[in-house]
């Protein structure tokens, strides 16, 4: 036994043995079992949480992004300084440009909607020709009332328009009725620009799942919104949607040498405040919930301290049979490195479950709680959850780590224990 002891092999059966019956130990045998489940449930519950709330946060990001770029596009150009001519010059040689994958003439413009029963709101006109409306797939593909069959036809792109679910909802519309639309800015004037009002027939009804864009957005033919605004020939913007939404800054430096003297933007310039306050939140909540799976792997410590002091003399044994101090910090580094190793793993377990299952939790929730994720708030109908595994690699590395350096502090105390000191009063 001595000369097992001696020359144990480092991390070997003698010391996993050991380290395996000391954690398994009750209290009445010196044990602290208590201490090490709680702090097996500490670490996992702290894991999960980082987990859950990032992969909402990254969903959040995603979804919001996807809803905002499948509406929108991806790189800006204002022409309502260009001719109709020059504009079709611009176009026609942008959509040469290696990345650009179509391009958009629209005209816009703030408008108040009068629906049913004298119900009013605001909303925004999206002028655009049909075939570009139908390739924008987030619209044609989510028409919910009506359809786009006679969207574009007849005189001046006709008088057929869709617009947001939400905005139908408030105006107590429904496809096939009509909508009034105000704007304060029509034909020009000897007295200036004089407000127009016009009847359109609501031919579809669509719902992205962002409420920004239903409960506002009317799309209308492009002749048809540049005649209703007085901006008849005058297309206001040249939208691009690139193949890699993120490599706009190429593009833009090609535009800019079509158009040396124009405003050109991209998404991320759109969008600034939303890019921004995801990233910031995104790394500060990290950050605070990394916080939280220290306090959980401190609760160790406590455990391995109150170990140590419990199985002082069995330590001196072990020591005066021929173990080194190596061994002894290996065998307690083995213990609290366990239990940091078994709540990393069932943490992730459960955060990756959950995560992917949130949809069922969140209606079996808001059966019992009532509605919990209100889309007026977060512009989104149901909580998304998008697991980067990456992200799950990072909080389980973290975790692990963590549970292995708050584990040398007492291992270390018990492999300087002095036998002789702890065998005096035994």
Same mark, same amino acid.
């Not at 611009?90 to 040469?96: L, M």
């Not at 034909?187 to 962002?210: H, L, N, Q």
């Given at each position: 036994? !001595?000369?097992?002891?001696?020359?144990?092999?480092?991390?070997?059966?003698?010391?996993?043995?050991?380290?395996?019956?000391?954690?398994?130990?009750? &209290?009445?045998?010196?044990?602290?079992?208590?201490?090490?489940?709680?702090?097996?449930?500490?670490?996992?519950?702290?894991?999960?949480?980082?987990?859950?709330?990032?992969?909402?946060?990254?969903?959040?990001?995603?979804?919001?992004?996807?809803?905002?770029?499948?509406?929108?596009?991806?790189?800006?150009?204002?022409?309502?300084?260009?001719?109709?001519?020059?504009?079709?010059?611009?176009?026609?040689?942008?959509?040469?440009?290696?990345?650009? &994958? !179509?391009?958009?003439?629209?005209?816009?413009?703030?408008?108040?909607?009068?629906?049913?029963?004298?119900?009013?709101?605001?909303?925004?006109?999206?002028?655009?020709?049909?075939?570009?409306?139908?390739?924008?797939?987030?619209?044609?593909?989510?028409?919910?009332?009506? !359809?786009?069959?006679?969207?574009?036809?007849?005189?001046?792109?006709?008088?057929?328009?869709?617009?947001?679910?939400?905005?139908?909802?408030?105006?107590?519309?429904?496809?096939?009725?009509?909508?009034?639309?105000?704007?304060?800015?029509?034909?020009?004037?000897?007295?200036?620009?004089?407000?127009?009002?016009?009847?359109?027939?609501?031919?579809? @009804?669509?719902?992205?799942?962002?409420?920004?864009?239903?409960?506002?957005?009317?799309?209308?033919?492009?002749?048809?919104?540049?005649?209703?605004?007085?901006?008849?020939?005058?297309?206001?913007?040249?939208?691009?949607?690139?193949?890699?939404?993120?490599?706009?800054?190429?593009?833009?430096?090609?535009? !800019?040498?079509?158009?040396?003297?124009?405003?050109?933007?991209?998404?991320?310039?759109?969008?600034?405040?939303?890019?921004?306050?995801?990233?910031?939140?995104?790394?500060?909540?990290?950050?605070?919930?990394?916080?939280?799976?220290?306090?959980?792997?401190?609760?160790?410590?406590?455990?391995?301290?109150?170990?140590?002091?419990? &199985?002082?003399?069995?330590?001196?044994?072990?020591?005066?049979?021929?173990?080194?101090?190596?061994?002894?910090?290996?065998?307690?580094?083995?213990?609290?490195?366990?239990?940091?190793?078994?709540?990393?793993?069932?943490?992730?377990?459960?955060?990756?479950?959950?995560?992917?299952? @949130?949809?069922?939790?969140?209606?079996?929730?808001?059966?019992?709680?009532?509605?919990?994720?209100?889309?007026?708030?977060?512009?989104?109908?149901?909580?998304?959850?998008?697991?980067?595994?990456?992200?799950?690699?990072?909080?389980?590395?973290?975790?692990? @780590?963590?549970?292995?350096?708050?584990?040398?502090?007492?291992?270390?105390?018990?492999?300087?224990?002095?036998?002789?000191?702890?065998?005096?009063?035994?």
């Amino acid at each position: 036994m !001595s000369e097992i002891v001696a020359n144990p092999k480092p991390f070997g059966e003698w010391e996993r043995k050991i380290a395996m019956r000391y954690l398994r130990a009750k &209290k009445e045998n010196g044990g602290v079992t208590l201490i090490s489940t709680i702090s097996f449930f500490g670490i996992l519950l702290a894991v999960a949480v980082l987990i859950i709330v990032m992969s909402v946060m990254n969903g959040f990001r995603t979804e919001l992004l996807n809803r905002v770029l499948g509406v929108n596009g991806h790189v800006f150009v204002d022409t309502r300084g260009l001719t109709p001519p020059m504009v079709d010059n611009f176009v026609r040689d942008a959509g040469k440009i290696t990345g650009v &994958k !179509s391009l958009t003439r629209l005209t816009q413009g703030q408008v108040l909607a009068v629906g049913n029963a004298g119900a009013t709101r605001g909303a925004m006109v999206q002028g655009t020709e049909r075939g570009d409306l139908m390739k924008l797939d987030m619209v044609s593909k989510n028409v919910i009332g009506g !359809s786009l069959n006679n969207y574009g036809k007849g005189e001046y792109g006709g008088d057929e328009i869709a617009i947001g679910s939400g905005l139908a909802s408030d105006l107590n519309l429904l496809q096939g009725d009509y909508i009034n639309l105000v704007s304060p800015s029509g034909a020009v004037t000897a007295f200036g620009a004089a407000p127009v009002s016009k009847e359109y027939k609501v031919g579809a @009804i669509f719902d992205v799942g962002m409420s920004e864009y239903d409960n506002s957005l009317i799309y209308m033919p492009l002749e048809q919104a540049q005649l209703f605004f007085g901006r008849e020939g005058v297309v206001e913007m040249v939208e691009a949607r690139l193949d890699n939404p993120d490599n706009t800054e190429p593009v833009m430096a090609q535009f !800019s040498k079509l158009l040396p003297n124009t405003i050109i933007t991209d998404w991320r310039q759109h969008s600034e405040s939303l890019v921004s306050a995801l990233g910031v939140e995104r790394a500060v909540m990290r950050l605070i919930l990394m916080m939280l799976v220290v306090i959980a792997a401190l609760n160790i410590i406590s455990g391995l301290v109150m170990l140590v002091k419990n &199985k002082g003399r069995d330590i001196a044994v072990l020591r005066t049979i021929g173990a080194s101090q190596g061994a002894i910090m290996r065998i307690f580094l083995m213990i609290g490195a366990s239990i940091g190793v078994l709540g990393t793993i069932f943490g992730v377990v459960a955060g990756t479950l959950f995560c992917l299952n @949130i949809h069922t939790i969140q209606k079996i929730v808001e059966m019992v709680f009532g509605p919990v994720f209100p889309s007026e708030v977060y512009f989104l109908k149901q909580i998304p959850a998008h697991v980067e595994w990456s992200e799950v690699v990072i909080v389980a590395s973290f975790s692990l @780590i963590m549970s292995v350096l708050v584990t040398l502090p007492p291992a270390w105390r018990a492999a300087r224990l002095d036998p002789v000191e702890a065998l005096r009063y035994e």
